[in-house]
């Protein structure tokens, strides 16, 4: 009896069990047809299921924002800020994809002519700001007194991070005659700037001859024709007498590739190695001088925080070649080299591609090159864009030098 007892307890707790497992798997059952079947969930977890590819990513966002979004939809914006985006995760401060409407702005500034405040920026990543590399000499933003190290917190009342520096620009840009308003941090200090924008000239070289038969030459970047126009001022200057040369460097932003190679040419042999350019795969491209050189005579380049790029491949070639001695403190450290690739559609890309070497094989990028002679200038100078002669310690030490 006790027995039979036992058993049916037994069998009523396996019927409830049964009871609760197939009541389990139809609720299971009804819940992932619910999911899957579902207008919202089940398409959100599609992203993922369907593909890991680029494209049919895209594709079910593209599906959710045509079901879902509430405004309208832009789909050239959409296209260009995807392609923004993924240019943007190569978390490269110097590869930026370039629309086309911004292609002729980015051509004009390479020539050295468009209209704004005259600035070079650079991202500093330090900060996740975008930073003044330096001021275009007698621009409209040297003569309110931006400085290099300047960093960039908003324009006209709007804020942008280091990413944003392609907006930023376009934001700077306008109608000659219009005003732009920038806010700066130096230091721990925020400052107001309002600015006309001007028709800016970028690369005006300039030249003087100084005491003891000393040229001078100076320019702030490496655009179209600079090479040239170094070329003519240096005759000019040689027409006057002068037995060597001191090239300022400083605060010179870099620029086209080949114009500081044409102006290495005129300083080194024929057939020096001038550079070396390795990509991706290890391929190196030797750049070497073509032709004799027309400049014979001791030369000295002035360097600081602010020399940069191309200004860092004329300087590391000259020093290797031991054509020219450096004074001055350490360059900026950027050691690649981009290329501007047009796109079907008119846009661009700029892309980094390939490092480069100095002729000794020495690298540069995130590194820098050091002066033969470290000089500080004075801790009383403030603007280091605008020394006077006899408080240029690098100038002065330079002209020492070469007396």
């Given at each position: 009896?006790e027995e039979k007892k036992r058993f049916k307890i037994y069998k009523m707790i396996m019927i409830n069990a049964i009871v609760a497992f197939i009541t389990f798997l139809i609720t299971s059952i009804g819940m992932y047809q619910y999911f899957i079947g579902s207008d919202s969930i089940g398409k959100y977890f599609?992203?993922?299921?369907?593909?890991?590819?680029?494209?049919?990513?895209?594709?079910?966002?593209?599906?959710?924002?045509?079901?879902?979004?509430?405004?309208?939809?832009?789909?050239?914006?959409?296209?260009?800020?995807?392609?923004?985006?993924?240019?943007?995760?190569?978390?490269?401060?110097?590869?930026?994809?370039?629309?086309?409407?911004?292609?002729?702005?980015?051509?004009?500034?390479?020539?050295?002519?468009?209209?704004?405040?005259?600035?070079?920026?650079?991202?500093?990543?330090?900060?996740?700001?975008?930073?003044?590399?330096?001021?275009?000499?007698?621009?409209?933003?040297?003569?309110?007194?931006?400085?290099?190290?300047?960093?960039?917190?908003?324009?006209?009342?709007?804020?942008?991070?280091?990413?944003?520096?392609?907006?930023?620009?376009?934001?700077?840009?306008g109608e000659i005659g219009s005003t732009v308003k920038l806010e700066i941090l130096r230091g721990t200090e925020t400052k107001e700037f309002e600015l006309k924008r001007e028709s800016i000239k970028t690369n005006p070289v300039e030249g003087k001859k100084l005491q003891n038969d000393i040229g001078y030459i100076?320019?702030?970047?490496?655009?179209?024709?600079?090479?040239?126009?170094?070329?003519?001022?240096?005759?000019?200057?040689?027409?006057?007498?002068?037995?060597?040369?001191?090239?300022?460097?400083?605060?010179?932003?870099?620029?086209?590739?080949?114009?500081?190679?044409?102006?290495?040419?005129?300083?080194?042999?024929?057939?020096?190695?001038?550079?070396?350019?390795?990509?991706?795969?290890?391929?190196?491209?030797?750049?070497?001088?073509?032709?004799?050189?027309?400049?014979?005579?001791?030369?000295?380049?002035?360097?600081?925080?602010?020399?940069?790029?191309?200004?860092?491949?004329?300087?590391?070639?000259?020093?290797?070649?031991?054509?020219?001695?450096?004074?001055?403190?350490?360059?900026?450290?950027?050691?690649?080299?981009?290329?501007?690739?047009?796109?079907?559609?008119?846009?661009?890309?700029?892309?980094?591609?390939?490092?480069?070497?100095?002729?000794?094989?020495?690298?540069?990028?995130?590194?820098?090159?050091?002066?033969?002679?470290?000089?500080?200038?004075?801790?009383?100078?403030?603007?280091?864009?605008?020394?006077?002669?006899?408080?240029?310690?690098?100038?002065?030490?330079?002209?020492?030098?070469?007396?």
């Amino acid at each position: 009896m006790e027995e039979k007892k036992r058993f049916k307890i037994y069998k009523m707790i396996m019927i409830n069990a049964i009871v609760a497992f197939i009541t389990f798997l139809i609720t299971s059952i009804g819940m992932y047809q619910y999911f899957i079947g579902s207008d919202s969930i089940g398409k959100y977890f599609n992203i993922y299921s369907e593909g890991n590819s680029l494209t049919s990513k895209i594709k079910k966002y593209k599906s959710i924002i045509d079901k879902y979004y509430l405004g309208e939809v832009d789909e050239e914006k959409l296209n260009e800020g995807a392609i923004k985006g993924y240019i943007e995760g190569l978390d490269d401060p110097y590869t930026e994809y370039i629309t086309k409407e911004d292609m002729q702005d980015f051509l004009d500034e390479t020539t050295g002519n468009f209209v704004g405040i005259g600035i070079y920026m650079v991202k500093d990543t330090n900060t996740n700001k975008v930073m003044v590399l330096s001021p275009i000499k007698d621009g409209p933003a040297e003569k309110a007194g931006i400085l290099p190290g300047d960093l960039i917190i908003s324009v006209d009342g709007v804020q942008y991070e280091a990413d944003d520096m392609s907006v930023m620009a376009n934001k700077i840009k306008g109608e000659i005659g219009s005003t732009v308003k920038l806010e700066i941090l130096r230091g721990t200090e925020t400052k107001e700037f309002e600015l006309k924008r001007e028709s800016i000239k970028t690369n005006p070289v300039e030249g003087k001859k100084l005491q003891n038969d000393i040229g001078y030459i100076q320019f702030s970047s490496f655009d179209e024709g600079t090479a040239e126009d170094f070329k003519n001022k240096y005759k000019e200057l040689e027409s006057q007498g002068i037995k060597s040369l001191i090239i300022d460097l400083r605060n010179n932003g870099g620029g086209i590739v080949d114009e500081a190679l044409e102006i290495a040419d005129y300083i080194c042999d024929k057939d020096s190695i001038l550079l070396y350019e390795v990509d991706k795969d290890k391929n190196e491209e030797i750049k070497k001088s073509k032709n004799d050189p027309i400049i014979n005579m001791p030369i000295i380049i002035l360097t600081n925080a602010n020399t940069a790029s191309s200004s860092e491949i004329l300087a590391g070639a000259l020093k290797d070649l031991g054509k020219a001695k450096i004074v001055g403190t350490k360059t900026f450290g950027k050691g690649v080299i981009q290329q501007l690739l047009t796109l079907p559609d008119g846009s661009g890309l700029k892309i980094t591609s390939e490092k480069y070497l100095t002729p000794n094989k020495i690298e540069i990028d995130k590194i820098g090159i050091e002066p033969n002679e470290k000089v500080e200038l004075p801790d009383t100078i403030t603007n280091i864009l605008n020394v006077e002669e006899k408080d240029d310690t690098q100038l002065q030490k330079a002209i020492e030098m070469l007396k």
